[in-house]
């Protein structure tokens, strides 16, 4: 199963929100990963910050995209009149 037909196979009102929601797990992962490095140097932690940021706003997108992918109601029926 591709990626885009998990996308695009949805109504139109749920491409964004469900873009922001791959995209920012995937940031989410790699932020994570970033947060899990030890430094060699104690004084070299400016990977870890940076994965602080970036793990805390993608957290903040994943958490908006979740919502509003919530808020969008039931699936529009098709034109058989059933909703999968």
């Given at each position: 199963?591709?990626?885009?037909?998990?996308?695009?196979?949805?109504?139109?009102?749920?491409?964004?929100?469900?873009?922001a929601i791959i995209?920012?797990?995937?940031?989410?992962?790699?932020?994570?990963?970033?947060?899990?490095?030890?430094?060699?140097?104690?004084?070299?932690?400016?990977?870890?910050?940076?994965g602080m940021a970036?793990?805390?706003?993608?957290?903040?997108?994943?958490?908006?995209?979740?919502?509003?992918?919530?808020?969008?109601?039931?699936?529009?029926?098709?034109?058989?009149?059933?909703?999968d």
């Open positions: 199963m591709r990626l885009s037909t998990l996308i695009n196979g949805e109504s139109l009102r749920a491409v964004s929100p469900r873009r995209g920012a797990s995937s940031a989410l992962l790699f932020g994570l990963a970033l947060v899990g490095l030890r430094p060699s140097d104690p004084n070299d932690a400016g990977y870890i910050d940076v970036i793990t805390l706003v993608s957290l903040v997108i994943l958490i908006g995209g979740i919502h509003f992918y919530g808020r969008l109601g039931p699936q529009e029926p098709d034109e058989r009149g059933y909703a």
